[in-house]
């Protein structure tokens, strides 16, 4: 059989038909619950589809759940059935840019002499936006390919595929994740909400939800509330009954999406909707549905993944590191290291300081990592002293901060563990004002009236880091008394705190370039999820925190990602 190519006028009509099937789709939609249904479900599985294009789909290949061009299934290693039909697709295609010249020729951009880019700059000659045009493409479901629903991971990485989100602590960080982004904040109710499952504060951007809520009601109510944040803040041209079906169309799809079955409940609540809709109102509306849906879910999709990712490289390091002794794995992100190294998660032997310095005099290589802070990639270091020094900047840096590379690209660091421990080693000394622990000492408590003076004190700080001095007043303690005071998550870079007793303290801040010299540390002072970075202090009380930092990695580093400057980065010019 000789295939005919069709001609221009074939392919246009093709195309016309295409869309006005689709059209037709959206036309017919919401006669009755089982057409919401059916749309929530194209929705929750094609969100990342053009509304057009999910509704061809559906109408050509009812009950498709994962579709990929020709190339796409090639590309990941299965094939099309043989005898598959396509589905049909629009493929949008935006034409180059075109102007007129004086002659009143119409000519593309990018045949623009330099002077005629200026006219058009100066608007002398007429620009013409090029226009997106409408070609047909295929897909085919994964049913009709060899692939398996197994292979979907593989298909999809970044897609969540688990089933049910059990863990309602996570799926709740997921949507307070949608909220920083949206710039909503979630609070309590400011007033009793009755029987009312939440509210949205229009004019405050802040949602809030009944606290007689069970979980999954929670989960379903912040949804909804989150999407009337994000539509209709500031947007009066629908009417309520419009924007309560797109919050509750948005919740529905999106919890459906993750396993989270509100059907019940929602089609209740959108029922009769749409029937007095022209086509144009049902388009625009249902476009912000599907880009509202589109961003929500991918939002959670990225914290669940992240977060199972993250337990996952703990579990594995953790299972290797207790097998392993004399050694730890480390794992890379940054992706010039990864090269470098050959891998993304890496051996790190743990040596005594003599050790150390033996295996970095027999190798050339003068190549560092710093300890705990792979993004910065590898240091320059010449041996200056006791310390190593940066062969660009000057900066010294300890030796027990560092990761040697040696000439065959094997990973070092002293075993600070067994350092800690070695009591002859006089940069680990814990002097005898440090061994008060055993007096009793950690049972102190701060004054109420002590630790609202400080707060005052630490606000008038953040206001002159955030105003780069121009306002507030900088942090200037000295010898005082802070035993029993609770910083929690506050910005103190470059605070004075020299010569006070931190002693049964919890402190939650980034205190880089903060001076602490001559201040009283123990192992009661609680410095874990703060930035250390530059903090000035004796060796032998760095020590004591460092130390504490280790023992509390994972939860160290787990509130570290949640201080103020790393939320919301801001600067300082001294």
């Keep these: 059989m000789i295939y005919e190519k069709k001609s221009n006028k074939e392919i246009n009509k093709e195309i016309e038909e295409l869309l006005k099937s689709s059209m037709k789709r959206i036309d017919n939609l919401f006669n009755s619950p089982e057409d919401i249904k059916k749309l929530g479900e194209y929705l929750k599985n094609f969100y990342r589809y053009s509304l057009r294009n999910m509704f061809l789909i559906e109408s050509q290949f009812e009950g498709a759940i994962a579709v990929g061009s020709f190339k796409f299934w090639k590309e990941k290693g299965f094939t099309v059935n043989k005898g598959e039909k396509g589905i049909k697709v629009l493929v949008p295609t935006k034409l180059a840019d075109r102007f007129e010249d004086r002659e009143g020729n119409i000519k ?23 226009v997106t045009v409408f070609k047909k493409g295929y897909v085919f479901d994964i049913s009709q390919t060899n692939a398996k629903l197994d292979d979907i ?49 229009l004019l405050t951007r ?53 396993n989270i079955d509100t059907s019940e409940y929602s089609f209740n609540y959108i029922k009769g909707w749409g029937k007095t809709l022209n086509q144009e109102d049902k388009i625009n509306l249902l476009k912000d549905v599907r880009e509202t849906t589109k961003e929500f879910i991918e939002v959670i999709e990225d914290t669940l993944i992240q977060e199972k990712n993250k337990e996952n490289e703990f579990n594995d390091i953790e299972k290797i590191n207790k097998e392993l002794d004399d050694s730890e794995y480390i794992k890379i992100e940054n992706e010039k290291l990864k090269e470098t190294l050959n891998g993304d998660l890496i051996k790190v032997n743990k040596v005594s300081k003599e050790e150390f310095e033996e295996i970095v005099d027999k190798n050339n290589s003068c190549k560092f990592l710093f300890d705990g802070n792979f993004d910065k990639g590898i240091y320059v ?13 000057g900066q010294s840096l300890m030796s027990n901060k560092l990761i040697y590379i040696d000439d065959n690209n094997n990973l070092y660091r002293i075993n600070r563990d067994i350092e800690y421990s070695n009591n002859n080693n006089n940069d680990l000394k814990i002097n005898e004002d440090e061994k008060l622990i055993d007096k009793g000492i950690d049972n102190i408590k701060i004054s109420k009236e002590k630790e609202e003076e400080i707060f005052k004190k630490v606000n008038l700080h953040e206001e002159w880091l955030k105003t780069a001095g121009a306002k507030g007043e900088r942090l200037v303690l000295e010898k005082e008394d802070l035993r029993g005071l609770n910083l929690e998550n506050v910005d103190l870079r470059n605070a004075i705190i020299k010569s006070c007793d931190l002693r049964n303290t919890k402190i939650y801040a980034d205190l880089s370039g903060a001076d602490l010299r001559r201040s009283k540390i123990d192992k009661t002072s609680n410095f874990v999820g703060s930035n250390i970075k530059d903090m000035n202090m004796a060796i032998t009380k760095l020590t004591i925190v460092e130390r504490q930092l280790i023992e509390e990695e994972s939860l160290h580093k787990l509130k570290n990602k949640k201080l103020k400057t790393n939320i919301k980065s801001k600067t300082m010019s001294m």
């Excluded at 809030?208 to 949804?223: D, F, G, W, Y």
């Excluded at 200056?384 to 660009?392: F, I, M, P, T």
């Design 381 to 393: 270091l010449m041996k200056y002293k006791e310390n190593y020094r940066d062969a660009y900047t």
């Design 206 to 258: 802040e949602v809030a939800l009944n606290p007689r809520n069970s979980e999954i009601q929670n989960i379903k109510t912040l949804v909804h509330e989150l999407a009337h944040a994000k539509l209709h803040i500031g947007n009066d041209k629908i009417t309520k009954q419009a924007k309560e079906f797109q919050a509750e169309f948005v919740a529905y799809t999106v919890c459906k999406y993750f």
């Design 153 to 201: 991971p593989k298909l999809f990485p970044n897609r969540w595929i688990e089933g049910d989100v059990k863990n309602y602590d996570l799926m709740k960080k997921s949507l307070e994740n949608i909220a920083e982004k949206i710039n909503v904040k979630i609070i309590n109710p400011k007033s009793e909400l009755g029987v009312a499952k939440g509210v949205t504060y």
């Design 108 to 130: 593309l951009i990018s045949k623009a002499t330099e002077q005629e880019l200026e006219l058009i700059k100066k608007k002398e000659l007429p620009f013409i936006n090029g």
